[in-house]
């Protein structure tokens, strides 16, 4: 496996990774398990940029010159880069609202 099909995989696996971390910073906050929480979000958050480098690589690529042949493949991966996106935003609208709750039960 190398090339297009390499990266494609190297983001799928580091979103992935972190989309996890975002639903499992989510159940720490549930628990009001805040520092949990927010060291999944950290860990995530490296997760996440190491896809989002990888794709940034392949838009530089093809800005420079050399075309990039879209697959179905890259275009999962990048629906994956979106979709952990949006776990992140709500992830952490969900410590927050957690950390709120918590407030009003004292």
Do not use: W
């Amino acid at each position: 496996m190398e090339g297009l099909e390499l990266v494609s995989f190297q983001i799928i696996a580091s979103v992935g990774a972190a989309k996890s971390m975002y639903m499992e910073s989510m159940q720490a906050a549930q628990r009001y398990d805040f520092d949990k929480a927010e060291q999944l979000i950290e860990e995530a958050e490296e997760m996440f940029l190491k896809g989002h480098e990888a794709h940034a690589n392949l838009i530089q690529q093809e800005a420079s010159g050399k075309a990039v042949n879209p697959t179905l493949l890259l275009m999962h991966a990048e629906d994956q880069l979106m979709a952990c996106e949006t776990s992140k935003q709500i992830a952490l609208q969900q410590i927050l609202m957690c950390k709120k709750f918590q407030l009003l039960e004292k």
